[in-house]
């Protein structure tokens, strides 16, 4: 199969609003290039190792945003709303570096293999090691290792929003737990919930090719007796009610998932929500308290934010 990659060069702060309009428009996979992320772990020599030195030498004030588009006839009407809709960004707010968008056709072998370069193994929280198939790392005593291939689907660990679900899940996932990951892409919080003790993960998405490599990562860490990944939307492909709800979305989806929500979670429960930019904190705490959520704690890395509460 032959690939379009939509490459838009853009700003840490028109990050969001530029995946928000690829994903509405039916974006297949994803890859998110911030440099500024990969200065954090130069200050930290664990994690220095890990990183590829050519990666870092890009423009700091830039962000590449690369998406991915199965070619077909319906491709040329979504490229132009892609660019359509970009123009219509507020350049004022959200910086300059927003119209560059280029576009290269690629085989999925070839996109396969351009992934490999940028995704190197990393450490997460106290025990975590996520790491990818092809590279290998001996993990210290005690350490979760994570195998992850992720295809063309989003969540390899590296970018913030994922990493302070995987810190989160390690703070509240107890031992015999039911977690349900909304919107699940690779699979890579479902599996860590299986290997922190969860009982029972349910992964959901509605792409059917997140489904496909979420559950080849499933088998690839021998986590299928625990997690079950089912494509659709949540309210219509989940019955059961979980101990621990995590999605790592976007604000707008995660207020209106919010409304109906409670159905899905056991009293006392956990929602760790992410995907929020920091602009949208404050949004997204108000229709928790409405809801009658407790908010437990709000991490923030970078310009992201997660949010953890639970129903009293």
């Avoid at 990050?15 to 994903?23: A, F, K, N, P, W």
């Avoid at 996979?29 to 190792?49: H, T």
């Avoid at 990493?163 to 909304?182: F, P, Q, R, S, T």
Wanted: glycine share 8%; proline share 3%; with cysteine.
């Amino acid at each position: 199969m032959k690939w379009v990659e939509v490459q838009i060069k853009t700003t840490t702060e028109a990050e969001e609003i530029v995946t928000g309009i690829l994903y509405d428009l039916g974006v297949t996979g994803l890859a998110i290039e911030d440099p500024k992320d990969l200065l954090a772990f130069q200050q930290s020599e664990e994690d220095w190792d890990f990183i590829d030195p050519n990666i870092i030498k890009q423009n700091y004030e830039e962000v590449i945003i690369k998406a991915y588009f199965p070619e077909n006839k319906n491709l040329r009407d979504k490229l132009e709303l892609i660019r359509e809709n970009i123009e219509r960004i507020p350049q004022k707010k959200y910086g300059k570096s927003l119209g560059e968008v280029t576009l290269t056709v690629i085989s999925e072998r070839d996109w396969a293999e351009e992934w490999k370069k940028y995704y190197k193994p990393i450490r997460i929280g106290k025990r975590i090691l996520i790491k990818p198939t092809w590279e290998e790392v001996e993990g210290r005593d005690g350490e979760i290792i994570v195998e992850l291939d992720p295809g063309m689907a989003f969540g390899t660990g590296t970018h913030e929003t994922t990493m302070m679900c995987i810190e989160a899940l390690e703070d509240y996932v107890k031992e015999g737990n039911k977690v349900l990951d909304i919107g699940c892409g690779s699979g890579i919080l479902s599996v860590v919930s299986a290997k922190l003790g969860a009982r029972r993960v349910i992964g959901v998405d509605i792409d059917p090719l997140c489904v496909k490599i979420s559950n080849e990562n499933v088998s690839l860490n021998k986590v299928d007796k625990i997690v079950e990944i089912r494509e659709g939307n949540l309210f219509d492909v989940v019955k059961e009610k979980g101990d621990i709800i995590v999605s790592n979305i976007i604000a707008e989806v995660i207020v209106d998932m919010v409304y109906q929500l409670k159905d899905y979670l056991n009293i006392g429960g956990i929602f760790i929500a992410s995907g929020i930019i920091k602009e949208k904190i404050d949004m997204v705490e108000k229709t928790l308290i409405e809801k009658g959520y407790k908010l437990l704690e709000v991490k923030t890395m970078g310009e992201w934010a997660c949010i953890v509460s639970t129903m009293e």
